[in-house]
């Protein structure tokens, strides 16, 4: 048979139906399978691999350990390959060089390539992104596990040399690949070394036997897909490679080979218990006697904890070479420093390894936290405190690089996301680079860790892989086992997971069974099989049926969210929703946004115009085009305005008012385990926007889970007409913390405060000189010697606004009913609502009446939308200085009308001079109806250029809510301001909605030499409890539904700096 034909079928299915037939013995199966390439074969996950253990690197000395963070090896015992390797790609298996790995083959003509990073990120293939589509699947026309592509499955061959330090003359060598994707086979010097699979977890190789003085050659060949990527169908750009760091270490032929550091808590909570667990390997030839295991604590500080070693402990019996034993080290340290997410407090423990002789063999360290979780009457556990976690998925990404991220960035990734109030993070979906880990450490969140195994593109149809199929049994069992080993001293993980959209079946309860019996002293996660899991876990559910899942008494275990809040483009406008159900519910564990990043690549179009490119941008067919910007930060950590909202709704504070005439305030401390006396509270009373008092306290003494009251000084103020007034107050460290300076706020909550406010006096109008009105056939023009106004009779728009000397506007306003589609109006409307994208261009003018007044003149247009039977009504008023109010009515009637509309507004264009927006109303951040709770109320001001957000797929963007008014001016601060008779909803753009909404990458949008603003009542919020059906919709609650009629108002009126403070003139009733 040729193994390498095309197959028709699925391999493991046919073995399956043969074997049940009777036609094939297992043991005739099995033969099958050995004629399979390795990179073919389930049953081959790795050769002459070394056993999956912890990470770590032996050190010279103890001091030596302490000085090194865990997160850039410093050791004379490591050496790094990473740096330039020569390169040669390949499309397919048959035309790889065969004979590359030999020194003798010349290589100098092949090019240079980084490592660590994914090939295509250095211009060989392409990047292929795809959310549950295999990309085998459209080149082998169909789904045949564990068969790969034949005639295009790329092929990398790495070389490059090095040599060793004198000093590890007579100790063993280990190379260890932190992530090559998908498979690779390894040669030292000619001589195979080995071959690995399972991309996102070390693979280490013992290699002394093959090395040699001097100049050594390392060659790696690495396939892009092997049959080890049937199970790593993640949603993410599909790439490979050597991705992550290649390190070379160098340890003693009597080794530690692996530990397990536990550090927990007595019954109390108060008293710590460690406990090690050290594996000792024997690697020369019949080394007698017992090995000795010293361990030493030391704290942050570096001072020794207890006795120094602090345990001690023998190997149970002598060590014939190749064995391995253990050595079971105990000690209780006295009430130590907690670690959990909001104290994350640190230890290091250094073991040293001794020989019989009492001769240092080995020393290595590890950073350990005594904490104790539990789940117990459905609530989770941290210490004794109930804790909730408050989470986003993560994605290895980077903008530049690929799969590959450096140190800089997941440290920015960390400190991002506790600035921000996040505290747990699910790796999402597999084991990620091990600094992640150390980082999650250091700076304090909870992990969920994920094996690296994810089937959607098969499980999610009517098959199952890997199900309860044998032949991948030993890949499932592995992928489990080697994240647990690697990650198990890491004491910001609290729970596994089994992986993501695998199906169900006995491959993973027997994962399962061996995840419980490596590490009992965490919790199970598996979204697809709740049975066998400790908690109930959903993505994406709609909030009522998560409600009878929390109130449901027959659900004995608490309930998580892996994933919620799909934060495609403009979105996430579901946080108050599920965070007032968490806060409810003790029994809602934990909440996970999808996602933290958007994963777009940093790409030049032919003009050199940069954009973020995803799926299809390069030539990669099928694809799934932007479904990969999920994120509240976009692709370089810049975070997104949803971040903004994140931040309040997962803050661990809450702030009410209790007596605020008399400055009386509650503070809630929903922290589990820290006081807010770190904490300095400040608080300014402000009119609309001016600061009129402000304060601190210093003495914020209230204990976790308490609640405090405060008195603050607020002297009742001289109340002005129209005025509102607020009490900000806000809680902000009063000292550095590792992750953001002293001063950084943290929590914050506005109050209004219940003065009773006359209403605003009406606009003092003046003595301008009469109004001349002039009707033609296509106008009508009201004007004086100070300005012009013309109105069209043919669609009703205000086309023309003078006023002294200068142009107001450039383009006419008119109604608008249309918004850019967002990602989510895509998915959750797709062509619903389109009768409304052209009603506004498209309506019809019935009549237009002029009515004079002595001081006033009122322009009425009536019309029709093409909407049903769908009418509205515009009516200009138009006073003497030039002032303008515009009340626009809406009906929406009619049979076979949209359910709902986009938009209710007006829009019009001004000159690119008008460069600089003012506002008072919500900010500084863009918001939308569903997501500006706890965005502030305030006085805001900057260049319209930087108030509009470019999403990476244009869409709707840059709007303010609640709205009082906005003002738009020039450098020398002329202009207009427009005030609402009550709110409006306002945004503004250097490019016109068309523009916007046929764009699809940043870089096709244009600068025009005018701003579109939008002066809307209201529009529907951005949802997203999913971006893929007609959840994706906003909230009931936050659409605009045409059973209703709508009405709003506003004025506007010229403006230069001699008429005064835009404030004053905000402050102002239109005169009826």
Partial sequence: ??????????????????????????????????????????????????????????????????????????????????????????????????????????????????????????????????????????????????????????????????????????????????????????????????YSEGSMTPAEFNITPHLKDGENTLAVEVYRWTDGAWLEDQDMWRMSGIYRS???????????????????????????????????????????????????????????????????????HSMPSGTLVQAHLEAAVDNPEKWTAETPNLYNVVLVLKDDEGETLEITRSTTGFRSIEIKDKMFWVNGKEVKMKGVNLHDHDPLTGRYVSLEMMEKDVKLMKQNNLNAVRMAHYPHDRRYYELFDKYGLYVMDEANIETHGISFRKNMLPGSDPLWTDAVLDRGRSMVEAHKNHPSIVIWSMGNEAGHGENFEQMVSLVRTLDPTRYIHYQHRNRISDMYSYMYPSLEPLKENLYDPDIRKPIVLCEYAHSMGNSTGTMDEYMELMDKHPNFIAAFIWDWGDQGLLKEDEQGREFWAYGGDYGDEPNDANFNFNGIVFSDRTPQPALAKVKYSYQFVDISGTNLRNGEVRVDNKYSHINLDRFELRWALKEDGAVLQSGSVDDLDVAPGATGYFNLPIEAPELEAGREYWLDVSLHLKEDARWAKKGFKMAWEQLAMPYGVPVAEEMVVGNQAGLQVEESGKWVTVSNELFTIQISKADGSLSTYEYDGRSLISGPLEPNFWRATTDNDRAGWGDDLMAWQDAGANRKVREVEVVEAQDRVEVRVHGSLPVGETTYQTVYTILRNGAVQVDQQLAPTGTDIPMAIPKVGMQLQIDKDYENMHWYGRGPEENYADRKIGITVGEYSGPIDSLWVNYPYPQENGNREDVRWAAFTTEEGDGFIAVASEKLSISAWPYSLEDLEQATHINELPRRDYYTVNLDYKQQGVGGLDSWSDRARALPAYRLPTAESYRYSFFIQPYSEDMGDLRDLGNVQFPK
């Fill in 1 to 194: 048979m040729n193994v390498y034909m095309k197959p028709r079928f699925s391999l493991s299915a046919f073995l399956s139906i043969i074997i049940v037939a009777g036609f094939m013995s297992p043991v005739q199966a099995q033969f099958f399978l050995s004629e399979l390439p390795d990179w073919e074969n389930p049953k081959v996950i790795g050769i002459n691999k070394e056993p999956a253990h912890a990470n770590f690197i032996p050190y010279a000395s103890i001091d030596q350990a302490l000085a090194d963070s865990g997160l850039t090896y410093n050791s004379p015992y490591h050496l790094s390959l990473d740096g330039q390797w020569k390169f040669k790609w390949s499309e397919n298996p048959d035309s790889r060089p065969t004979d590359f790995f030999n020194p003798e083959v010349s290589v100098n003509g092949w090019d240079d390539i980084t490592v660590p990073s994914p090939w295509q990120m250095q211009g060989y293939g392409k990047p292929i992104y795809l959310n549950s589509q295999y990309p085998m699947e459209s080149l082998m026309d169909g789904l045949f596990p564990p068969r790969v592509p034949r005639e295009y499955n790329p092929v990398g061959s790495y070389r490059r040399t090095f040599s060793l330090p004198n000093d590890w003359d007579g100790r063993q060598v280990l190379i260890q690949f932190e992530g090559v994707k998908s498979g690779f086979y390894l040669w030292v010097n000619g001589e195979k070394v080995g």
């Fill in 246 to 316: 290649v390190n070379l270490i160098s340890k003693p032929f009597v080794q530690l080979h692996d530990f397990f550091v536990k550090a927990g808590l007595d019954d109390e909570y108060t008293d710590g218990i460690l406990n090690i667990t050290a594996d000792v390997r024997n690697n020369t030839m019949g080394v007698e006697g017992a090995a000795t295991v010293e361990a030493y604590l030391f704290d942050q500080e570096g001072n020794p904890v207890g006795d120094a070693p602090i345990a001690t402990a023998q190997t149970e």
